[in-house]
T-cell receptor, first 114, second 113 residues
């Protein structure tokens, strides 16, 4: 069973629109959370990560994510998207204890129209 | 340069044959992973290993086998029991206490005909 759920399979929006991608996980206890991006024809790269502390995490390229423990969620946001944000976005979770398992969500394809 | 090397990059095999994909890392990472990436399904975890001579099944281990005889090597065998082996396979590694950053290999395309 998938440990990480991404709600949106494909999101289409216009430039300057705001983006929010949902991610929920099923682990209890301490978790480490990640968002990765894969641009067309390229490999995965890390956008941001959360281990502890401030639940609002800032990443690269203007992205941020908020960890809400009570909702088991780690949603990704960007206030104003650009055409270059067209990519596939993956949420990933590791239990954060002595278990090294690292599971990814199914991904959300984001298409930004100019 | 430090990194992860996967080979071969492209591989064609006949149905019913086992095939082994190589993954080598020189990052001195404890943990290594194998994922397959299929359109619409993201990265699905096949096997992972936290230490030499130990490995754990991931979410889709059936039809696959691995070994971890050396810290730097984590080969994946796709057996004839895997019902849909044609896919893109990614190897990865990370160090649990070093920022948890995961490093990926370039991937291997396996086509079974």
């Amino acid at each position: 069973a998938q440990s990480v759920s991404q709600h949106n399979h494909h999101v289409i929006l216009s430039e300057a629109a705001s983006l929010e991608l949902g991610c929920n996980y099923s682990y209890g206890g301490t978790v480490n959370l990640f968002w990765y991006v894969q641009y067309p024809g390229q490999h995965l790269q890390l956008l941001l990560k959360y281990f502890s502390g401030d639940p609002l995490v800032k990443g690269i390229k203007g992205f941020e994510a908020e960890f809400i423990k009570s909702k088991f969620s780690f949603n990704l946001r960007k206030p104003s998207v650009q055409w270059s944000d067209t990519a596939e976005y993956f949420c990933a979770v590791t239990p954060g204890s002595n278990d090294y398992k690292l599971s990814f969500g199914a991904g959300t394809t984001v298409t930004v129209r100019a | 340069d430090g990194g992860i090397t996967q080979s071969p990059k492209y591989l064609f095999r006949k149905e019913g044959q086992n095939v082994t994909l190589s993954c080598e890392q020189n990052l001195n990472h404890d943990a290594m992973y194998w994922y397959r990436q299929d359109p619409g399904q993201g990265l699905r975890l096949i096997y992972y290993s936290q230490i030499v001579n130990d490995f754990q099944k991931g979410d889709i281990a059936e039809g696959y086998s691995v070994s971890r005889e050396k810290k730097e090597s984590f080969p994946l065998t796709v057996t004839s029991a895997q019902k849909n082996p044609t896919a893109f396979y990614l190897c990865a590694s990370r160090q649990q206490n070093s920022g948890n950053t995961i490093y990926f290999g370039e991937g291997s395309w396996l086509t079974v005909v």
